[in-house]
C-alpha cells in the first residue's frame, strides 16, 4: 500500500513527531502500526486518548493508490480506524456516495411506484373479471326447490364448517381454525370449486382480487384456499338447508345416487391420506403420494374401515421407521418402503393372517363437517365414515331400496289386474 503523511503548514516539531510515531508502520502492512497510543503518550507525556485528536487535527494521510470509483479522487485517512476499514477496491468519496444514495432513493420510489401502478392494472383488472362472472352467476342461480339433495349437503357442510357468523359470506379455508370442512386440504378446495360452478358460492370482489388471476385464456382461475365467497341463498333458506341436512332423509335415495357414493369415497379417501401425511413426519419420512398408492387405498378402503386403515397407516410407518435404521438405509429409502409396507399389511388382514386392529379417531385428525353431514346425518351412526367402510354403511338401504321396488312393481301388477276385473265386470252387467 502506498501512502504519504500531509501535515498542516502551522503544525509544531512534537505534534509532527507525535504524527510520524502514530501513522508509522511495519513494511508498510495497512494494520502494522508499530507503536500504540499509549506508548506515544508516555514518550511525549500526553494522555493517550488524546493522541488520535492531536494526529486528526495536525496531518492526513494520503492513500496514493485508492481511489473513488465514481470521481478518481484520492483516499485521505484521518484516523488508523478508517485505513484498516478501507475497501482499495470499492472506495467512494463522500460527495460520490451522497449522490448514490440519492440516485438509489429515487429508483427505488420510481420502482415502487411502478409496482403500485401495475399492482392497481392487475387490481383492475382482476375486479372486472370478477364482476363480469359475478353477473353470469347472479343469472343462473338454481332456485332452492332446484338443487339436488347431495348439493344441499354439501352447502350445508361448508355453512357449518366455514361460514362466517352472519351467514352471509364464508371464511377463508386458510383462516379456519375451527371444525374442518374435510379430512383433506386438496378435498377443501375441491368442494368450494365444485359449489362454485353451480352457483352456490360468488366470489366478493374486493376481498378476493389478490387470490384471482387471468390464465392465457383469459379465464379465472381462483385460489380457493384463500378466497371467501358470499352465499347465493337467504339466511332464512341457508338454516332450512342446515336443519334438514341434519334431519331424517330418504337416505335410501342418496345410497342409489353415485354422486353421494363418490363424495363419500373421497372423505374417506382424505382421512387415510391426511392421516398419511402427518404421522411420518413423527419419524422424519416423507412418503411420496401418486396415483399408485391413491389406487391401494382405494383398493384397501373397499374392505377394510378408516379406522382399520389408520392402524395399517401406523404400522407400515413404524415399519418403515425400523428399517432407516439399517446401514445404508436412507431416509428417502424408508420413506419409498411405506406404501409397500401398506399393501403387505392389508394383504396379511385380507388372507386373515392377521387381525382387523381398529384405531380410535385421533385428536390432530378431528372429524369433519363433511364427514358428520354425510355419514353421522344420513347414516345415524356416530362418526360412521370412520369406523365402518361404506359398503356396511350402504348395504341395509340397498336392500331396502330393493324391496320397496319389489313392492312397487307387485303393487302395479295388482292395480292392473283390478282394471281388467272391472272391465269385465262391467260387460257382463251390460
Known amino acids: 500500500m502506498k501512502t504519504k503523511l500531509e501535515y498542516q503548514s502551522d503544525i509544531t ?9 502514530y501513522w508509522l508502520r511495519e ?37 496514493l493508490d485508492c481511489q473513488c470509483i465514481d470521481c478518481g479522487t484520492t483516499k485521505i485517512c484521518y484516523t488508523r480506524s478508517q485505513l484498516t476499514r478501507l475497501d482499495l477496491i470499492r472506495w467512494r468519496c463522500d460527495d460520490c456516495w451522497e449522490a448514490l ?48 339433495d347431495v348439493d344441499k349437503l354439501l352447502l350445508a357442510a361448508t355453512v357449518e364448517s366455514i361460514g362466517a357468523d352472519d351467514l352471509r359470506n364464508t371464511v377463508s379455508l386458510r383462516d379456519n381454525l375451527l371444525l374442518p370442512l374435510s379430512p383433506f386440504s386438496k378435498l377443501d378446495e375441491e368442494i368450494l ?38 352465499f347465493t341463498y337467504s339466511i332464512e333458506h341457508l338454516t332450512r338447508i342446515m336443519i334438514n341436512a341434519k334431519s331424517n ?20 379417501l382424505g382421512e387415510c391420506l391426511s392421516y398419511l401425511i402427518t404421522r411420518p413426519r413423527l419419524n422424519d419420512l416423507a412418503p411420496p403420494i401418486g396415483d399408485k398408492l391413491v389406487s391401494i387405498f382405494r383398493a384397501c378402503l373397499a374392505e377394510c374401515s378408516v379406522s382399520t386403515m389408520h392402524y395399517i397407516i401406523w404400522k407400515s410407518v413404524e415399519n418403515a421407521a425400523a428399517y432407516v435404521q439399517k446401514p445404508s438405509i436412507t431416509r428417502r429409502h424408508a420413506s419409498n418402503s411405506v406404501s409397500g409396507n401398506i399393501e403387505r399389511v392389508f394383504g396379511k388382514i385380507h388372507s386373515g393372517s392377521w387381525n382387523r386392529n ?9 372429524q369433519s363437517a363433511m364427514a358428520k353431514i354425510f355419514f353421522d346425518y344420513v347414516f345415524g351412526v356416530d362418526d360412521g365414515g370412520f369406523h365402518y367402510t361404506i359398503d356396511e354403511l350402504f348395504r341395509p338401504y340397498r336392500s331396502q331400496r330393493a324391496l320397496e321396488q319389489v313392492s312397487y312393481a307387485a303393487l302395479g301388477n295388482a292395480r292392473s289386474t283390478n282394471y281388467s276385473v272391472t272391465i269385465a265386470l262391467d260387460i257382463k252387467q251390460s
Not at 392494472?121 to 364482476?131: C, D, F, G, M, S
Not at 382480487?209 to 358470499?230: G, H, K, S
Not at 381398529?358 to 378431528?366: E, L, Q, T, V, Y
Open 358 to 366: 381398529k384405531s380410535f379417531r385421533d385428536a390432530s385428525h378431528p
Open 13 to 21: 516539531e512534537i505534534n509532527k513527531l507525535i504524527c510520524e510515531m
Open 193 to 230: 370449486q365444485h359449489l362454485f360452478k353451480r352457483n352456490l358460492l360468488i366470489l366478493a370482489p374486493e376481498n378476493n382480487y389478490e387470490y384471482v388471476t387471468i390464465n392465457e385464456e383469459q379465464e379465472l382461475e381462483i385460489d380457493f384456499y384463500q378466497a371467501i365467497f358470499e
Open 249 to 268: 332423509k330418504n337416505t335410501s335415495a342418496l345410497v342409489a345416487d353415485d354422486q353421494f357414493k363418490s363424495w363419500c369415497e373421497q372423505v374417506q
Open 101 to 148: 444514495q440519492k440516485r438509489m432513493d429515487q429508483e427505488y420510489l420510481e420502482h415502487r411506484f411502478k409496482q403500485h401502478r401495475l399492482a392497481e392494472e392487475r387490481r383492475q383488472t382482476a375486479l372486472k373479471y370478477i364482476n363480469q362472472c359475478r353477473s353470469i352467476q347472479l343469472s343462473s342461480i338454481p332456485s332452492v326447490t332446484e338443487l339436488n
Open 27 to 63: 513494511g508498510d502492512k495497512r494494520s502494522g502500526f508499530i507503536y500504540t497510543c499509549k506508548e506515544i503518550g508516555q514518550e511525549f507525556d500526553v494522555k493517550h486518548q488524546d493522541i488520535p485528536s492531536i494526529v486528526k487535527i495536525n496531518a492526513h494521510l494520503v492513500v
